[in-house]
């Protein structure tokens, strides 16, 4: 049996072709391990206020060590749930819209219908010192972002003159995907 060369034109059949219908849903999602560490500290402060609580040898009195008590325990609640909010984001993005989900709870969360899109760009470096760290972002010069990593993003342009940056994996494809939905959008539109 011979090998015949294949038609340079035709993609293999196991890498997609670029202008190869897209999915209905697409989907992505960007990680950051680095939050797990600060959720640790989180975790640990949280042990210390128990552990004040349990086993007490204030001799100052009560107060004090209720405030401390309870200052532990919130520093690490807040810490440890507004870490594993931004530990990762998924992208979801369907025919009509784009859901942002963050963290493990899901939340926050935003939905934009495409009709609200205006077009979408690739943005090869997001880094959360250009957003003023990580998480749920805005800043008046640039827009809304998620940042839960430093990396490759997508820039949503809004029809009301606003920005959405979000940071996944795979950026490039999902905003081709975009712009496919917003061309069928807007050929369908037009008739």
Known sequence: MRDHPQDESTPPPDVPHRDAPHPDVWTGRATNRFQWLLALVGAACMALGIELAVDSAWTSGIAPLAMAVVGCIAAGLLVLFGTLAFVHV????????????????????RRIPLAHVAGADFVPLVTPRHWGGWGYRWRPEKGTAVVVRRGEGVLLR?????????????????????????RTGAAGAAH
Do not use: M, N, Q, Y
């Open 90 to 109: 998924d992208l979801k993005l369907d025919k009509e819209s784009l859901e942002v989900r963050c963290g493990h709870i899901g939340l926050p969360r």
């Open 158 to 182: 809004l029809w009301d003159g606003h920005t959405f940056t979000i940071t996944v994996d795979d950026a490039e494809s999902a905003v081709r995907v975009i712009r496919a939905r917003l």
